[in-house]
């Protein structure tokens, strides 16, 4: 595999399956004079999808090298599209150009040069591995159009800009795009971008991972112009890969198209129908609802730069004579299975030699540390942990910063629910669980309760985002952002629920708080109350159901 700066493509190495070439090329090639652009063709099986189109349209074969043009910055990957277009079409090969797409893209529409389908793969690349040079015009081509690009932009961001900037006022987009697109915080200016410059938007997912080998949910999103200021956005889920084979473009029309929130929320949305996208808009402002930001401060972990070192096991500890010298910690998920973390649940991991005790040293100079703690240093210095980059950037190496002690706990990466975790045994977590802070005078037991209910866990799914293992993953200022239905909550019996949770049973549970936070508390009818729970259910199977998709293997 070429190093990242040469633009390998999101697949991280691996190519696009081409049943996705075909389908990208089928839909946005509709004549046989259509124009097309590939804007990092690697080694050209897109390229070869849109020659086989068309052809397919009667295209005569020696004009596919004026019809068809890729751009690829590798001069091997490049090499090799030019070879692959060449053996299936004769004598007339594609134009394939070696160089930055941006700086194609500067040129072309200084040149006033457009095209009527662009189709691709674009590069998944992190901003820290995006050449500078090529990053400094891509930032500038997205700033031409109003956006503002930042440290937290991936390649794929610009790509997709710049290609739009180069479709025809009637033209198609369609491209393989990471699941991302749909839900960070980061692609929303670009949500926006898109709802303003196609008159309709098709995004296609699929239950399967479609990429072997790698945890990255895809979509293939469908962009067309027809000059219409009408805009609409419709959600297609497939099984898996087999079946682009058989899905007949001319039925995308007849799929549900859904009006566009010219916004930035989140595209998670868009899997819900009509109705139930209604609801969630309509109650995102009810007057009853409280955003959880008002009640509490949610913060990372700690960050010990090592948790092998810094977070032991109690026969780990005693072996290095540490007991004075360390604070009580939570590090998994898992260890949270109630409502409650209380002392018998910290007493039981450390009984299970779960690591359960946080190294905290005094902030003292080497010098001054009792001698067992100096000995343990000493053995971290050894095995190089003080030159890792959280530890190196502290004052002391070997003093773990932040580790106040929350008063409760919140899930930063959910399976099936979110749920906030009173604090009853003084212990701090690891940067895997959120610390809460109360905030404006509102108990934890009230907090903890209203997080509990069918509305709150729907709104999670579409404010949180989640990646391909399935995990929903909710940041502090995701966190701070879901609404929550205190009225009534303060009645709630916090230790029934901690039963029900720690056997599993959620539905018991919100049997009881949707009826009084949610029909009692918010005036919301028993249908509404349902298609709440539905949609929380939907968007929960959806995220939690991805499956390599075996086919991948035949193609």
Same mark, same amino acid.
């Given at each position: 595999?070429? +190093?990242?700066?040469?633009?390998?493509?999101?697949?991280?190495?691996?190519?696009?399956?081409?049943?996705? @070439?075909?389908?990208?090329?089928?839909?946005?090639?509709?004549?046989?004079?259509?124009?097309?652009?590939?804007?990092?063709?690697?080694?050209?099986?897109?390229?070869?999808?849109?020659?086989?189109?068309?052809?397919?349209?009667?295209?005569?074969?020696?004009?596919?090298?004026?019809?068809?043009?890729?751009?690829?910055?590798?001069?091997?990957?490049?090499?090799? @599209?030019?070879?692959?277009?060449?053996?299936?079409?004769?004598?007339?090969?594609?134009?394939?150009?070696?160089?930055?797409?941006?700086?194609?893209?500067?040129?072309?529409?200084?040149?006033?040069?457009?095209?009527?389908?662009?189709?691709?793969? +674009?590069?998944?690349?992190?901003?820290?591995?995006?050449?500078?040079?090529?990053?400094?015009? @891509?930032?500038?081509?997205?700033?031409?159009?109003?956006?503002?690009?930042?440290?937290?932009?991936?390649?794929?961001?610009?790509?997709?800009?710049?290609?739009?900037?180069?479709?025809?006022?009637?033209?198609?987009?369609?491209?393989?795009?990471?699941?991302?697109?749909?839900?960070?915080?980061?692609?929303?200016?670009?949500?926006? =971008?898109?709802?303003q410059h196609y008159s309709y938007i098709t995004l296609i997912t699929f239950k399967k991972?479609? =990429?072997?080998?790698?945890?990255?949910?895809?979509?293939?999103?469908?962009?067309?112009?027809?000059?219409?200021?009408?805009?609409?956005?419709?959600?297609?889920?497939?099984?898996?890969?087999?079946?682009?084979?058989?899905?007949?473009?001319?039925?995308?029309?007849?799929?549900?198209?859904?009006?566009?929130?010219?916004?930035?929320?989140?595209?998670?949305?868009?899997?819900?129908?009509?109705?139930?996208?209604?609801?969630?808009?309509?109650?995102?402002?009810?007057?009853?609802?409280?955003?959880?930001?008002?009640?509490?401060?949610?913060?990372?972990?700690?960050?010990?730069?090592?948790?092998?070192?810094?977070?032991?096991?109690?026969?780990?500890?005693?072996k290095h004579a540490l007991m004075p010298y360390t604070q009580r910690i939570v590090g998994?998920?898992?260890?949270?299975?109630?409502?409650?973390?209380?002392?018998?649940?910290?007493?039981?991991?450390?009984?299970?030699?779960?690591?359960?005790?946080?190294?905290?040293?005094?902030?003292? +100079? =080497?010098?001054?540390?009792?001698?067992?703690?100096?000995?343990?240093?000493?053995?971290?210095?050894?095995?190089?942990?003080?030159?890792?980059?959280?530890?190196?950037?502290?004052?002391?190496?070997?003093?773990?910063?932040?580790?106040?002690?929350?008063?409760?706990?919140?899930?930063?990466?959910?399976?099936?629910?979110?749920?906030?975790?009173?604090?009853?045994?003084?212990?701090?977590?690891?940067?895997?669980?959120?610390?809460?802070?109360?905030?404006?005078?509102?108990?934890?037991?009230?907090?903890?309760?209203?997080?509990?209910?069918?509305?709150?866990?729907?709104?999670?799914?579409?404010?949180?985002?989640?990646?391909?293992?399935?995990?929903?993953?909710?940041?502090?200022?995701?966190?701070?952002?879901?609404?929550?239905?205190?009225?009534?909550?303060?009645?709630?019996?916090?230790?029934? =629920?901690?039963?029900?949770?720690?056997?599993?049973?959620?539905?018991?549970?919100?049997?009881?708080?949707?009826?009084?936070?949610?029909?009692?508390?918010?005036?919301?009818?028993?249908?509404?109350?349902?298609?709440?729970?539905?949609?929380?259910?939907?968007?929960?199977?959806?995220?939690?159901?991805?499956?390599?998709?075996?086919?991948?293997?035949?193609?």
């Open positions: 595999m070429k +190093p990242v700066a040469t633009y390998q493509k999101l697949r991280g190495g691996y190519y696009t399956p081409e049943p996705i @070439a075909d389908f990208l090329a089928n839909w946005a090639i509709q004549s046989p004079d259509t124009t097309v652009l590939e804007p990092s063709c690697g080694d050209g099986i897109i390229l070869a999808s849109a020659v086989k189109r068309l052809i397919q349209c009667g295209a005569k074969r020696e004009v596919i090298a004026h019809l068809v043009r890729g751009v690829e910055l590798d001069p091997e990957e490049a090499q090799k @599209a030019v070879e692959r277009i060449l053996a299936m079409n004769a004598a007339y090969p594609a134009t394939v150009e070696t160089r930055d797409f941006f700086t194609y893209c500067q040129e072309q529409l200084a040149k006033n040069t457009h095209f009527d389908a662009i189709i691709g793969n +674009p590069p998944f690349v992190r901003y820290q591995n995006f050449p500078e040079n090529h990053r400094a015009i @891509a930032f500038y081509l997205m700033q031409l159009t109003g956006l503002h690009p930042n440290r937290l932009t991936n390649s794929w961001v610009p790509f997709l800009v710049a290609s739009t900037m180069l479709l025809n006022k009637r033209g198609r987009l369609a491209m393989v795009i990471p699941a991302e697109l749909l839900q960070v915080n980061y692609a929303a200016e670009l949500r926006y =971008f898109l709802s991972l479609v =990429f072997d080998g790698i945890q990255q949910e895809v979509v293939l999103l469908l962009g067309e112009k027809n000059g219409s200021d009408h805009t609409g956005i419709r959600t297609i889920e497939l099984d898996g890969i087999d079946d682009l084979r058989t899905y007949e473009h001319t039925t995308l029309a007849r799929e549900q198209l859904k009006a566009m929130d010219h916004s930035t929320e989140k595209w998670t949305m868009y899997f819900l129908n009509e109705e139930e996208l209604a609801l969630l808009r309509r109650l995102k402002n009810h007057p009853k609802l409280t955003t959880a930001g008002y009640v509490i401060d949610v913060d990372v972990g700690i960050v010990t730069g090592l948790n092998e070192f810094f977070v032991l096991t109690q026969e780990q500890v005693e998994r998920s898992a260890q949270l299975p109630g409502i409650r973390f209380s002392e018998e649940d910290w007493l039981a991991n450390v009984e299970k030699q779960s690591p359960a005790f946080l190294v905290n040293p005094p902030d003292e +100079p =080497f010098y001054r540390l009792p001698e067992s703690l100096q000995e343990y240093v000493t053995s971290g210095e050894e095995r190089g942990i003080n030159k890792g980059y959280k530890c190196r950037i502290r004052n002391r190496w070997y003093v773990v910063p932040s580790a106040w002690v929350p008063q409760a706990f919140m899930l930063r990466q959910v399976h099936h629910y979110p749920k906030i975790v009173l604090n009853d045994a003084a212990a701090t977590s690891t940067d895997t669980i959120h610390r809460v802070k109360l905030r404006n005078g509102v108990p934890a037991r009230t907090v903890a309760a209203s997080f509990l209910n069918s509305l709150t866990f729907a709104f999670s799914e579409v404010i949180g985002r989640s990646y391909g293992g399935g995990v929903l993953e909710l940041e502090p200022n995701e966190a701070e952002k879901l609404p929550l239905p205190l009225i009534g909550a303060d009645a709630l019996n916090l230790d029934e =629920f901690d039963a029900l949770l720690r056997e599993n049973n959620i539905s018991a549970a919100l049997d009881i708080t949707d009826r009084v936070l949610l029909q009692d508390g918010l005036g919301l009818s028993s249908e509404e109350t349902a298609m709440l729970r539905a949609i929380w259910q939907k968007l929960r199977d959806r995220r939690i159901n991805r499956k390599p998709d075996s086919a991948l293997k035949r193609v």
